[in-house]
């Protein structure tokens, strides 16, 4: 069966420091993978999506970019966090046309 | 730009009542999906339940059902007999198919359901 982790779970950051969110999906090949962003009270938003190792697309213009270095894993990051980047980052897999997203645990990023 | 509204930030519902949760949305696509899905507080998100635009008869899952209004842009969401495992934040999503670029998902801003005992 396919599963989806998330890491870490919890993160509090710096106002000014380097992000790293890792996701990984296990029992699939070649993942649609999305990252979104749920802000508090806020629905999700689509930050980036990929559709294959180093193809990436964002949705949102800002401070963050996303990597693809393998095929099932994809890395939230930023060079230098801003207040506005707190959230819970949750990222999804699908597969081919599968038009079902699976998502993952999410990480809840402070930043201070 | 596709958006995906719903009105209703907050419900609650006495335990075995039902329920209807709204949502409306904008496209000029015509092959597209609609989902809603659950966040529990643990923030898990689960799908509840899928329709798919070209079909006429609207989707049922055991106590879960939704009225698919395409004309008007409008798929709401019923919960029978509501459990108190149902209290959770509940999305309607939006999807149109892209078959070289990936599918692409919108989300509405989600309705905090509460089911009080």
């Known amino acids: 069966s396919q599963t989806i982790h998330q890491w870490p779970a919890t993160l509090v950051q710096p106002v000014g420091s380097p992000l790293s969110l890792e996701c990984t999906v296990e029992g699939t090949s070649n993942p649609n993978l999305y990252w979104y962003r749920q802000a508090a009270g806020r629905g999700l938003q689509l930050l980036f999506y990929s559709v294959g190792i180093g193809q990436i697309s964002s949705e949102v213009p800002q401070n963050l970019s996303a990597s693809r270095p393998q095929d099932r894993q994809f890395i939230l990051s930023s060079k230098k966090l801003l207040l506005s980047d707190s959230g819970f980052y949750l990222c999804a897999w699908s597969v081919g046309v599968s038009y079902e997203q699976y998502f993952g645990p999410g990480t809840r990023l402070t930043v201070t | 730009a596709q958006t995906v509204t719903q009105s209703q930030p907050e419900m609650s519902v006495q335990e075995a009542e039902t329920v209807t949760l709204s949502c409306t949305y904008d496209?000029?696509?015509?092959?597209?999906?609609l989902f809603w899905y659950k966040q529990p507080p643990s923030r898990q998100m689960i799908l509840v339940i899928r329709q798919e635009a070209y079909k006429q008869q609207n989707a049922t899952e055991n106590r879960f059902s939704v009225n698919f209004q395409k004309a008007a842009k409008s798929f709401s969401l019923k919960i029978s007999d509501s459990q108190l495992g149902d209290t959770a934040m509940y999305f309607c999503a939006f999807m149109k198919r892209r078959w070289m670029t990936g599918n692409q998902f919108y989300f509405g801003t989600g309705t905090s359901l509460t089911v009080i005992p």
């Open positions: 496209t000029s696509e015509s092959n597209y999906y």
